[in-house]
């Protein structure tokens, strides 16, 4: 196992510059997350750590040893892509093998460790189908178990699990960290999906312009976004106007405490669970949409102009109906709140 | 990928190059240069080009008599194609699939008895029984219609897939329309790349064919082109550059009619 | 429920069925009884007397031309399809040569044999050219009617059709396998031994098949550039237009069943390769 260390990585292509002073730290055996749009330079980080891309500067570190210009091939890692990276002229135990016959393990070795992988990743009747026989989920964990095959020093998932149905994703994504937790590698996983990287990271690493604007724990990152993008991209939120009061703000007629580093006007990020709905005949915001989710039922009004979006337990929901007239307050329990630049 | 694997792929691509233009360039200089190559130096390179052979192969009656043919070949043998094959395409692609297979082995057949076996077989069958048949030029039809197949019936599928004709069929059962209305108003116009496509490679067929007509003793324009390229060389040799050109052209229209479609001419059987 | 039998396609199959019937499968059947009852009654004399003597050397002609055509046409349309996978400049050049291969793997015949004599016959352009350089093409013993001419001037047809058959089987090599791979320790001479090459391999053979069947039909660039040629079409013409004795007819009949016979042998054998292809092909 080793900690990864990719430092002032810039790359372009062209004239689009998809790193710019991009830089990351992943501890030996964490599972870190980047997120981002497409076209955010997730992708490409990955990618130069697979060293598949020559960065045009920085420097990558793995265990302590510099490998920017080391080939691909001799970096021993291991790598799950997208879709379609089992050689289809193999089966799926063959997949694994070959891995370990480039790393020239013996036979006995060989069938050992395939065997153990097979059953790590619950394939071990599927083992013998072409690729093209198998369901995408099956195709994917014979990959897992391919990259792991060689006890890599990295483990690196390119967004592994977007061509799966819900259902499928949902179970391998617990799978993959089932895994890796088991096995301890150190992993670096590439997810445009907000959900998939709070549920499986240690650390998520949120990208937009090619750089890194946010690297926390997914809690954190929910919590306390760093920025208006990360505030954005990371779940729902509503920006509402915050105003000094002393060394306090006001937000929605509410005195909390706030941490503001930044100078001139400033938004208080509220989450939809953090609002409270109450019916009044004479409130200012008027109801729009009401959807039952379940547990929750999403509660959309109109405010001064202004869009707001609470989440109520449905057991707590009072039961407002499209077009009432309701007045929106923060919960009780919220006490302090994030501030971004307006 | 390394410099030298680079090079030698340059060199590897500019050599095929020139084994595919080097004839035709050659082509045009024998038809249209009145300098013998014995006598050709390189200060004689631009000296007698003229084009006078060609326009008077034009005028020549056994070449308009053997032209006029093969346009006639050309003509009947697309009308038959598309008579005879899309009806029977279009229906099995919408409304029984299960014989997919089986048209695709049938319109592979021509692959299998070629012009010059098919040639001996028609002798043998149809001379004695009925010998009127094979007395008029137009007897050639049926025969080029079929060798046509495994390129025409393969553009008509692929034309039909890239459509989705089954679910075209569905949605407009569904709207009441018969089957018949539902072919020629909404599969047939939506279907032109893939029509034309069909017609120029039988187009492009007729143009070349050469073995069944001679062994029939039939004066198309390529059994015209052998004769006369005897008698008249240069003439020969440019009328035959012409019909080159021509059938290129034909083709390249048949890939474009296609690929404008996002299909691609197929290998047929491959 | 779709019927078994749906009425309408039966309709309009029925007229193209007795069509491909009339005007194939008739006269080979036609042609396979006469081969079969030679002298009027049934027996193999024909079929033997085909593959003896000057017949036996058209046959093994024949065959040595479309092996040859084959294999090296083949082996050149694979390495230009091999060739243009991966450039992605000159743009044109793509598209150009996807549709140049189109065109002329469908060319042949008359005129291309005209092309050939006139570049390369003994009063050709580059026969002259090679003459300045001090290379007689003549004197060298090479010669269009012969066996290497005729070769050289099959591949103007060869190499595209084998470009074209290709071109899907490289371009489906996806780029993902080439970089598990190397993620997986492997050099890229490994990958291509181990996957690239096993995946092109039924594509490739099934291609060269198809590069033999094209050329044994092969008749009027033959026919231009050498009309006695030994092989099998010629003899065909030979036997059919009457140069003949009374009675050995049978005898072009019976080398035509055995054409046919090869011809099929050799779709039939693309075919089982096809559907070994299929058991990857949709991954």
């Known amino acids: 196992m080793a900690t990864v260390l990719m430092s002032g990585i810039r790359k372009e292509f062209g004239s689009t510059v ?151 994703r949902d179970s391998l994504r617990e799978e993959i960290r089932r895994v890796q937790r088991e096995v301890g590698v150190t992993t670096l996983f590439v997810t445009h999906d907000q959900h ?66 930044m100078q001139g006007a400033h938004l208080a990020v509220i989450r939809p669970e953090q609002l409270m709905i109450d019916p009044d005949a004479s409130g200012d915001a008027t109801v729009t949409e009401v959807t039952f989710l379940g547990p929750l039922t999403r509660v959309v009004v109109k405010s001064s102009g202004q869009s707001l979006i609470a989440d109520l337990l449905t057991s707590e929901f009072g039961g407002v109906n499209v077009g009432d007239q309701v007045r929106v307050r923060l919960r009780d329990d919220v ?8 | 990928m390394g410099i030298v694997v680079k090079v030698l792929r340059a060199i590897f691509l500019v050599l095929l190059g020139l084994f595919f233009f080097v004839p035709l360039l050659a082509m045009a200089r024998f038809a249209f240069q009145s300098v013998p190559v014995v006598l050709l130096t390189p200060e004689k390179l631009l000296e007698g080009w ?121 949605a407009a059962r569904v709207m009441g329309a018969s089957t018949f209305t539902i072919i020629v108003r909404v599969i047939v116009p939506n279907m032109v790349g893939a029509i034309i496509a069909a017609s120029v490679l039988t187009a492009a067929l007729v143009l070349g064919e050469f073995a069944f007509a001679a062994l029939l003793l039939k004066e198309t324009l390529p059994t015209f082109m052998a004769e006369f390229q005897r008698s008249e060389p240069r003439a020969g040799m440019a009328l035959a550059l012409a019909v080159m050109l021509l059938t290129a052209l034909i083709i390249w229209i048949g890939v474009r009619a296609l690929r404008k479609r996002g299909m691609d001419l197929q290998a047929a059987g491959v | 429920m779709r019927r078994r039998f749906d009425t309408a396609t039966l309709v309009v199959a029925l007229p193209f069925l007795a069509f491909v019937g009339l005007f194939l499968l008739l006269p080979t059947v ?44 083949g082996v050149i349309g694979l390495l230009l399809a091999l060739s243009l996978r991966s450039m992605q400049r000159p743009r044109w050049l793509r598209s150009t040569t996807d549709s140049w291969s189109a065109v002329a793997s469908q060319l042949g015949g008359i005129p291309l044999a005209f092309a050939f004599i006139a570049a390369i016959g003994t009063q050709g352009l580059l026969t002259k050219l090679l003459g300045f350089v001090g290379v007689d093409l003549t004197e060298s013993g090479f010669s269009l009617s012969e066996f290497w001419g005729l070769v050289i001037v099959y591949l103007y047809f060869q190499i ?50 198809l590069l033999f069947v094209n050329s044994f039909a092969a008749y009027a660039t033959a026919y231009v550039l050498n009309p006695g040629a030994q092989i099998v079409p010629l003899l065909v013409r030979f036997l059919l237009q009457g140069n003949v004795i009374t009675g050995e007819e049978d005898l072009a009949y019976a080398i035509i069943l055995w054409t046919i016979t090869l011809l099929l042998a050799s779709l039939l054998l693309i075919a089982v390769l096809q559907r070994r292809t299929a058991k990857w092909a949709s991954s």
């Open chain 1, 335 to 342: 006490t302090d709140v994030v501030l971004i630049e307006a």
């Open chain 2, 50 to 170: 003229s084009i006078s052979g060609l326009i008077e192969v034009f005028g020549n009656p056994e070449f308009q008599r053997a032209a006029l043919i093969s346009l006639q070949l050309m003509v009947l043998s697309i009308l038959i194609t598309l008579v005879l094959l899309l009806p029977v395409a279009a229906l099995v692609e919408i409304r029984a699939p299960q014989f997919r297979t089986a048209m695709a082995a049938i319109t592979l057949l021509p692959w299998v008895v070629p012009p010059i076996a098919l040639v001996v077989g028609v002798a043998a069958t149809f001379r004695n029984t009925v010998p009127w048949f094979l007395a008029s030029p137009y007897s050639l039809v049926p025969f080029y219609v079929l060798w046509a197949l495994p390129f025409s019936y393969r553009a008509l599928d692929a034309g039909l897939r890239s459509i989705g004709a089954r679910t075209l069929y569905e």
């Open chain 1, 196 to 261: 998939e990287a709070l549920a499986i990271a240690d650390r998520v690493g949120v990208m937009s312009n090619g750089r890194l604007e946010q690297l926390d724990p997914p809690r954190a990152l929910y919590e306390r976004p760093a920025s208006a993008f990360v505030a954005g991209f990371v779940g729902t939120v509503n920006r509402l106007p915050a105003e000094p009061e002393g060394d306090r703000w006001r937000v929605l007629n509410r005195s909390v405490s706030a941490q503001a580093t």
């Open chain 3, 160 to 209: 595209p059709l084998m470009f074209l058959v290709m071109m899907p089987a490289v371009g489906g090599l996806k780029k993902t396998w080439s970089e598990a791979a190397s993620i997986m320790g492997a050099s890229s001479g490994r990958y291509w031994r181990s996957v690239a090459l096993p995946l092109l391999v039924p594509s490739f053979l099934g291609g060269l098949l």
């Open chain 1, 18 to 168: 998809a790193l710019s002073d991009f830089t990351l730290e992943i501890e030996s055996g964490e599972l870190i997350c980047l997120l981002g749009p497409s076209g955010c330079g997730k992708t490409t980080a990955l990618r130069v750590l697979a060293g598949f891309e020559k960065p045009d500067a920085g420097t990558v570190i793995v265990g302590g040893e510099d490998i920017t210009s080391l080939p691909t091939a001799k970096r021993n890692f291991g790598m799950v892509f997208q879709e379609y990276s089992l050689f289809p002229n193999m089966t799926g135990r063959a997949n694994v093998e070959f891995a370990l016959k480039l790393r020239k393990a013996g036979s006995a070795e060989r069938k050992e460790t395939v065997d153990r992988l097979l059953t790590i990743t619950g394939l071990t009747e599927h083992a013998d189908k072409f690729p093209h026989q198998m369901s995408g989920g099956q195709r994917q964990r014979v990959a897992l178990a391919r990259a792991l095959a060689s006890q890599p020093r990295v483990l690196l998932l390119d967004e592994p699990l977007s061509a799966l149905d819900a259902k499928v």
């Open chain 3, 30 to 73: 036609g042609l396979a009884v006469k081969a079969l009852t030679p002298g009027g009654s049934f027996g193999f004399s024909s079929l033997q007397r085909a593959l003896e003597g000057s017949y036996r050397t058209a046959f093994v002609n024949s065959i040595a031309l479309s092996v040859t055509s084959a294999v090296i046409g």
